[in-house]
């Protein structure tokens, strides 16, 4: 994976792979964007980041139904043989607090921003098909694949797996205390008297109490589920304090 590097903040910047991907790894929806007929598009998706092989190459799968566009785009391209893939672009963000200075231009976030370029293929091996569907439901909730019950093999067939190369890819990332915008009292007026509250509300992803469907009155709910939430919420809360300072 080549580094995409930052033209701004460049300090901010990080691009080893782990790095990249932990960002994905805690981020329930990215976003994928590419190009249909000169018309930009942009899609929320479920991005699967692995590594693979001997070097550790970086991928994302992402998976869909076969109507959905990205799909079709991908599948007229390799049906026609072409030599230049579909590219795509794809996002990871996670906003970790609200930074509040003393003028509205020093206001802004802490966050982490991974985002990657790629090339897309088709995944037609039905194994590595049902891999990505287990990485898929394990995404939503770490351990869900083991259980429920097994995956259709019609289901495998029906859905529609792509493959993303990645070429290049960084990390961006604010974290700390707002920064302090110059004044000029003559030209922008004065202070307030009373100088305004600066700091940063932590903000967290959390999970809330499960709701039972009805569905599945027999059923309780499992205790990997229970844990899962509490590790991830806690997690999740203790960065935003953490990167507040």
């Given at each position: 994976?080549?580094?995409?590097?930052?033209?701004?903040?460049?300090?901010?910047?990080?691009?080893?792979?782990?790095?990249?991907?932990?960002?994905?790894?805690e981020t329930?929806?990215?976003?994928?964007?590419?190009?249909?007929?000169?018309?930009?598009?942009?899609?929320?998706?479920?991005?699967?980041?692995?590594?693979?092989?001997?070097?550790?190459?970086?991928?994302?799968?992402?998976?869909?139904?076969?109507?959905?566009?990205?799909?079709?785009?991908?599948?007229?391209?390799?049906?026609?043989?072409?030599?230049?893939?579909?590219?795509?672009?794809?996002?990871?963000?996670?906003?970790?607090?609200?930074?509040?200075?003393?003028?509205?231009?020093?206001?802004?976030f802490n966050?982490?921003?991974?985002?990657?370029?790629?090339?897309?293929?088709?995944?037609?091996?039905?194994?590595?098909?049902?891999?990505?569907?287990?990485?898929?439901?394990?995404?939503?909730?770490?351990?869900?694949?083991?259980?429920?019950?097994?995956?259709?093999?019609?289901?495998?067939?029906?859905?529609?797996?792509?493959?993303?190369?990645?070429?290049?890819?960084?990390?961006?990332?604010?974290?700390?205390?707002?920064?302090?915008?110059?004044?000029?009292?003559?030209?922008?007026?004065?202070?307030?008297?009373?100088?305004?509250?600066?700091?940063?509300?932590?903000?967290?992803?959390?999970?809330?109490?499960?709701?039972?469907?009805?569905?599945?009155?027999?059923?309780?709910?499992?205790?990997?589920?229970?844990?899962?939430?509490?590790?991830?919420?806690?997690?999740?809360?203790?960065?935003?304090?953490?990167?507040?300072?």
């Amino acid at each position: 994976m080549e580094p995409a590097k930052l033209r701004r903040h460049e300090a901010r910047g990080q691009y080893d792979v782990d790095a990249v991907q932990k960002v994905f790894a805690e981020t329930f929806i990215s976003h994928v964007s590419y190009v249909d007929n000169g018309l930009p598009q942009c899609l929320p998706m479920i991005a699967l980041f692995r590594c693979l092989g001997e070097n550790q190459d970086p991928v994302i799968y992402l998976h869909g139904h076969p109507s959905s566009r990205l799909m079709e785009i991908v599948r007229d391209n390799e049906s026609k043989d072409l030599s230049e893939k579909i590219r795509v672009c794809i996002a990871a963000t996670k906003v970790d607090g609200l930074v509040l200075s003393s003028s509205p231009n020093g206001h802004t976030f802490n966050y982490r921003s991974s985002i990657v370029h790629g090339t897309c293929s088709l995944v037609k091996d039905r194994d590595i098909k049902r891999e990505v569907m287990r990485g898929v439901t394990n995404h939503i909730i770490a351990g869900r694949w083991e259980d429920v019950n097994p995956v259709s093999s019609f289901q495998v067939s029906l859905v529609c797996v792509i493959r993303v190369d990645i070429l290049s890819g960084g990390l961006k990332l604010r974290t700390g205390i707002p920064n302090i915008q110059p004044r000029d009292p003559i030209k922008d007026g004065p202070d307030h008297e009373v100088p305004p509250w600066t700091g940063v509300v932590p903000l967290s992803e959390q999970l809330d109490e499960p709701v039972p469907s009805g569905l599945t009155d027999n059923a309780t709910v499992p205790e990997g589920l229970l844990k899962f939430i509490e590790t991830r919420n806690t997690a999740q809360r203790e960065y935003s304090h953490l990167v507040a300072r």
